[in-house]
């Protein structure tokens, strides 16, 4: 919430989200092949977009991982792709740090995931069980992965300066 945000917290969130890749992708430009074939792939959040209450400063540092991405797709065009991916809820450390009060503020958004839906058929049981802690199915860090590697491969040289939805329908942008 506003009123709780720490200049230092803003500075490390920032510092992780935001001046990290900037320098990593400095760093690797010079190394970077001149044919296009390269592929960058930045990780962003749904927070970017959702105005989720208590992530002003969360979200607003993936909001400008995606602007950077689409930048970098135009100053990069002769060497990769550049694109970013925005998962929703994934499993893990992270999610779970989440208070109750921030799930039951997004339960709403959860309920009208397609992709939050535990099935037993398709998940088991264990993930049926699982999904009501969380009010919903949270996505495998493999699934992430996946849409990574998906807009890694040669097939996508058509792909840049895109925001991919990795987040099971949580945020569907055009």
Same mark, same amino acid.
């Given at each position: 919430?506003?009123?709780?945000? /720490? ?72 060497? %990769? ?29 959860? /309920? ?12 088991? /049981? ?5 999904? /009501? ?18 807009? %890694? ?5 058509? %792909?840049?300066?895109?925001?991919? %939805? ?9």
């Amino acid at each position: 919430m506003i009123p709780n945000v /720490k200049v230092d917290d803003f500075t490390e969130t920032y510092r992780v989200n935001v001046l990290g890749p900037l320098l990593l992708v400095q760093a690797a430009q010079p190394y970077l092949p001149k044919d296009r074939s390269g592929r960058i792939v930045n990780i962003s959040s749904v927070s970017s977009s959702t105005g989720f209450v208590g992530q002003s400063v969360y979200g607003g540092s993936k909001a400008a991982i995606e602007a950077m991405t689409r930048t970098w797709s135009r100053e990069l065009a002769e060497n %990769c792709t550049v694109n970013a991916v925005n998962p929703g809820p994934v499993e893990g450390p992270m999610y779970a740090s989440n208070s109750e009060e921030f799930l039951e503020g997004i339960e709403g958004w959860i /309920k009208h995931t397609p992709l939050m839906k535990a099935r037993e058929d398709l998940h088991g /049981k264990e993930a049926v069980e699982e999904a /009501k802690q969380w009010h919903g199915r949270l996505a495998k860090t493999g699934e992430i992965a996946g849409v990574v590697g998906m807009l %890694c491969g040669e097939e996508a040289g058509w %792909c840049t300066g895109q925001v991919v %939805c990795a987040n099971g329908g949580m945020l569907m942008l055009h």
